[in-house]
Nanobody, 126 residues
Framework: QVQLVESGGGLVQPGGSLRLACTTS????????????LAWWRQAPGKDREFVAA????????YYADSVKGRFTVTRDNAELTAYLEMGSLQPEDTAVYYC???????????????WGKGTLVTVSS
């Protein structure tokens, strides 16, 4: 069964930048990759999962949580079956495990995303 795999996490100093990638592994989706909205979520230690950003199937629509608006950018390369999350001006409160998800609806409702990755850890610390 197809899975999503995140990469690009690591340790970064406050004010720094990282780019996360989300690609597929182990098979293909039921529908073409551009059928699916792709979203990023994060979960900090001891906190609930939080929506970060989403991109529509063709990437023409994007949506961001207020906490990351202006600092993070979500993009996708449908030819490469990959989504990206460019993160800038990182702060300690951005420390979390970041997950990507794919689903048929461009939404911030987690229950409407059918496919999830296992996450990549981002730590912002000096």
């Amino acid at each position: 069964q197809v899975q999503l795999v995140e990469s690009g996490g690591g340790l970064v100093q406050p004010g720094g930048s990282l780019r996360l990638a989300c690609t597929t592994s182990g098979g293909t989706f039921e529908h073409p990759f551009n059928y699916y909205a792709l979203a990023w979520w994060r979960q900090a230690p001891g906190k609930d999962r939080e929506f970060v950003a989403a991109a529509s199937g063709n990437g023409g629509l994007t949506y961001y949580a207020d906490s990351v608006k202006g600092r993070f950018t979500v993009t996708r390369d449908n030819a490469e079956l990959t989504a990206y999350l460019e993160m800038g001006s990182l702060q300690p409160e951005d420390t979390a495990v970041y997950y990507c998800a794919a689903g048929p609806a461009f939404t911030r409702a987690p229950n409407l995303y059918n496919y999830w990755g296992k996450g990549t850890l981002v730590t912002v610390s000096s």
